[in-house]
């Protein structure tokens, strides 16, 4: 899959054959559009004035980014020695827990109930006694109820297991950034129902992170999403992009309550998208979806912020609201 970037409008295309590439030449605001063999490597810093010229020179419908300015993606530091201040446990390892809490009871009562079964039924043989039938009876009913509570507990827990799966994941990328950056996971802001998976402050800005763990097949197009079930797509109306667009308002709306203007800051809402089958058509409004591995070299590359204040005083008010931080000491 190879992409074409506009920088003027930052939306980005997904091109599968090398016709398409030379078909789409310009953005619909009339920018010409930059070749990428990886997404990623359209987050690196580079020239675009020289990188422009260099396609009017090739009198060209594209270029490939790495051979015109040569630039090299930032390193990763995929082992930084991070401190980690933890108060309790996530809410989706807490709901995800409790499922698994559920499943280890239905376990034991079909152990308990087979366990009956077997000396009571052994019982009967040696006296017909109602008491020994009634056992038996209990120990058959015990086995079937604790089985339709492991399948009733794995069917209900598994999306908050494979979002705790994905958490983990997104989270330990994010840890591969540098010391200036501040992580923040599950935030509980002050009045809100829901928790915002994570956010990051660093001089790039602040970064609102949404992850999804799915299985599937989906589509993204601008802010539409479509979920294809039995080869038809089903457009998903509370979706991701959503609600990171809600939890960064909720973010703006909490820092404003504290005296913290965002006006002039940037806030990035982002989508950590785990799914093996999913494509961008066209890039969304207002937010990008990524998949995890990217996410810490998109945020490296953003704009460098100029109200350091701004956000030291935000990541001051943002630790109690966590359940877990993460940073590296001076």
């Not at 310009?26 to 990886?38: A, N, R, S, T, V």
């Not at 559920?102 to 109602?130: K, P, R």
């Not at 097949?217 to 999403?225: A, E, S």
């Amino acid at each position: 899959m190879s992409y074409l970037v506009c920088y003027k409008c930052d939306v980005y295309y997904e091109v599968e054959t090398e016709e398409e590439v030379y078909e789409l030449t310009h953005c619909e605001c009339g920018e010409k559009l930059i070749y990428f063999e990886k997404l990623e490597d359209s987050y690196n810093e580079v020239d675009r004035e020289s990188l422009y010229q260099a396609l009017d020179e090739a009198d060209n419908t594209f270029v490939d980014l790495g051979k015109a300015s040569g630039t090299q993606a930032h390193e990763v530091n995929t082992e930084p020695v991070r401190q980690k201040l933890a108060n309790g446990i996530t809410y989706t390892q807490k709901k995800a827990s409790q499922y698994e809490q559920i499943q280890d009871h239905g376990q034991l009562l079909i152990y308990a109930g087979v366990i009956i079964f077997i000396i009571s039924f052994l019982a009967l043989f040696s006296t017909l006694n109602l008491i020994y039938v009634l056992l038996t009876l209990a120990g058959v009913f015990l086995s079937f109820y604790g089985n339709n509570l492991i399948n009733k507990s794995k069917n209900e827990g598994y999306s908050w297991q494979k979002g705790n799966e994905g958490e983990i994941i997104v989270a330990d990328y994010l840890n591969t950034l540098p010391e200036d950056f501040f992580i923040f996971n599950d935030v509980k802001l002050p009045g809100n129902v829901g928790n915002i998976d994570h956010i990051v402050i660093g001089p790039t800005g602040i970064y609102v992170v949404e992850t999804k763990n799915y299985s599937g097949k989906y589509r993204i197009k601008g802010n539409q999403w479509l979920y294809y079930k039995n080869g038809h797509p089903m457009e998903i109306k509370k979706n991701p992009g959503t609600q990171v667009r809600k939890n960064t308002q909720d973010l703006v709306n909490f820092l404003g309550e504290k005296g913290i203007s965002t006006s002039g800051s940037w806030i990035t809402c982002l989508v950590a998208l785990i799914c093996p089958d999913f494509r961008v058509l066209e890039t969304p409004q207002n937010y990008k979806v990524l998949l995890p591995k990217t996410v810490p070299e998109y945020i490296m590359n953003g704009k460098k912020e100029t109200n350091m204040d701004l956000l030291g005083r935000a990541a001051m008010e943002l630790e109690s609201c966590c359940v877990e931080l993460t940073f590296t000491r001076g």
